[in-house]
Structure formats: structure tokens, C-alpha cells
């Protein structure tokens, strides 16, 4: 199972204010994409819940696979690197983005760490290669991530391709284009991996 983040690319912090959250829950709940309330945040699928993937969908799993266990609207002060829950070694290949040498996996295992405590434009990396000094966050990663204060996260899907028309129109209600980062990929995300890269 896969679990995607709808995340607003901005430069500026975006939060999901109470209205915008509102907003946010009526257009999905319009579409028949979420249902009952697990908590005020997060939702069940709905009944229409297969119209969020894309339409090849039914091509690669079946009719029944098209859902997901949760989606929630998530806000917060702090600003966090995703994916937050990476299966080991996701982020392994990270390269300097000045001289391209391959980060250490423990250099980003500690990182990752440190951004546990302290704000993440404050973990940096030190290339020996090049004598760079740069945020953590500007490493350049094989598997797509991203910085953010709010998200749409939708939890236990089998396939990671969404449909174009919706995600454009939740950027339209947020206001910002929406970029799809994927977590725990597995052997499959290679297929997938156009799809889960393209910005709405």
C-alpha cells in the first residue's frame, strides 16, 4: 500500500485555515470522495471514492483497490520535510546538489533526526566534496519530497496515479498548484513514478 501527500507548492507557508478546511470538505464530499467523519481532520472514502484515481486505474487494479483507508487535512505551525514515514533507505542517493556526490546514508539518517527537534531550515548538511554548506531540505533526493506547513494526506492506496481534473480543481480551491508526494514505494512506484513526479 501507498500513502500520498497533496502538498501546495508555495514559497510562503500555507495553512489550512478553518474556512479553507471547510471549503475543502464540502468539494470532496460533493465529489462522493470522502464520507463519515473519522475525527473533525480525517475522513472515510465515500461512495464515489473511485473517481479520485485516474482512469486507466481499472487497467492495473480492481474496481474494489480503488479507495483508501483515510484522507485528512493536516496544519500545523511548524513546517515539516515529506514524507514523514519513508520506508528505510528512501532516501539513500541523496546527492549534493553543487558537486553531486552521493550523500552518506548516515549523514541523512541523522539529519532526519535532527529535524525531529529543531526547525528544519536550521538542519544543514556540510558536503567534504565541494565545502558547500545548504538546508537539508535542498539535497537532491530520488524520491520526490517536499517542505510544507499543510497537506492532504491520503492514507492506503493501492495505485498512486490521481485523476488530473480533480487535483486541479482542489489547487484551485486552495489556491496554490499541488505537488503529489509519495510514501513507502515499493517495487511498483516504478511505474508510477511519472505520475507521482507531476505537479498540478
Known sequence: MLNLYLVPRHSKAVRFEAALRDRLEDTLREMGIIGRALNPSEFAPGLGVANLFH???????????????????????RAEFLPRNAAPGAFDGAECPGCEDVVEPDAIDMALDRMSFFPIAS????????????????????????VANAWIYIEGVAFGRLNFGIVDHLAKVIGHPLMIVPEVPEQSMEDWSAACRTQY
Open 123 to 146: 538542519v544543514r548538511y556540510n558536503c567534504a566534496s565541494c565545502c558547500i554548506d545548504i538546508p537539508f531540505s535542498e539535497l537532491v533526493f530520488s524520491q520526490l519530497t517536499a
Open 55 to 77: 482512469l486507466d486505474a481499472e487497467q492495473h487494479v480492481l474496481p474494489g483497490e480503488l479507495t483508501f483507508e483515510s484522507l485528512s487535512f493536516v496544519s500545523d505551525e
